[in-house]
């Protein structure tokens, strides 16, 4: 008899090959073709697999909050620190600015709950609110442009 073992479909629980059925959830054994998929691969189930985190996702998000974080500080500080026309100057570009910044925000809360999540609605959503950022303000659509494409490549790369 053989020790070998693959991991069973319907409780994750470790079984011995020459069990027909799981003996602790009843579930029939896989095909011999997934067995040994399974054991060249290390014993990862498709279930562990699909649960892995982005990668990509995750540096998206990183640039993304340190972004958001930036814009939020370099904004509150230009408005705060003028005075007289100085000030109204600052406060039109801020206002000019904002849309930007609320869609690069709001992103990067979408792109850090996709990861976290591995949900391929939250990254995609993530995705597209960095696209519209750079959209709304392409001077600065640059400090979104690295997101941008990670966020939709992480996205792609999602399980479905």
Not at 49 to 54: I, V
Not at 100 to 123: D, E, K, T
Request: proline letters at 4%; glycine letters at 8%; a positive charge.
């Amino acid at each position: 008899m053989s020790t070998y073992t693959y991991t069973c479909k319907g409780c994750g629980q470790p079984v011995q090959i020459q069990y027909a059925n799981c003996p602790h959830c009843q579930t029939p054994r896989p095909p011999v073709e997934e067995i040994a998929r399974q054991l060249t691969t290390g014993g990862s189930s498709e279930r562990e697999k699909s649960n892995r985190k982005s990668v990509l996702l995750l540096i998206s998000a990183i640039l993304g909050v340190a972004y958001a974080i930036y814009s939020i500080v370099y904004w509150a500080g230009a408005a705060a620190s003028t005075s007289g026309w100085e000030a109204v100057g600052a406060g039109i570009a801020t206002a000019l600015v904002m849309p930007h910044l609320i869609c690069a925000v709001l992103a990067a809360i979408f792109n850090v709950l996709g990861w976290a999540m591995s949900s391929r609605g939250l990254a995609l959503t993530g995705a597209i609110l960095y696209a519209v950022a750079a959209a709304l303000f392409p001077m600065y659509a640059f400090f979104v442009l690295v997101q941008v494409i990670l966020s939709f490549i992480g996205f792609a790369k999602l399980k479905k």
